[in-house]
């Protein structure tokens, strides 16, 4: 499955993962992960480090905008690299994160954050 990966360095790419929750948190460096819904529709959420904080992460300015896009009036940050993922409406499993969904997280990142 596709996915969207922004690093806390800057760098963005669409890296192929098999399925599991293994392969998703070495993908964000090995930390326990945690999941974030972004959108109303409940089919697009960031996977990131659950205490990437606590082990001092490096800010990631990125992945830190497309948060604070969805959750407007938000002044936390994201510590440590970032996944997006993308989810089934019907039946909550991961798939693939759509060309759409990339344009749109991309857009936001091109438009700084801003509506």
């Not at 819904?37 to 992945?63: H, S, V, W």
């Amino acid at each position: 499955m596709k996915y969207l990966l922004v690093k806390s360095n800057g760098n963005i790419s669409i890296i192929d993962l098999p399925k599991g929750i293994v392969a998703k948190r070495e993908a964000i460096g090995g930390y326990d992960v945690e999941f974030i819904t972004l959108n109303y529709a409940m089919t697009l959420q960031i996977c990131l480090a659950e205490a990437g904080k606590i082990y001092q992460l490096p800010r990631n300015d990125l992945a830190t905008k497309i948060y604070r896009y969805y959750t407007e009036g938000s002044s936390d940050w994201i510590a440590g690299d970032a996944l997006f993922c993308s989810l089934n409406s019907k039946n909550g499993n991961f798939k693939s994160i759509s060309a759409e969904e990339t344009t749109q997280l991309l857009s936001i990142l091109i438009n700084n954050g801003n509506k």
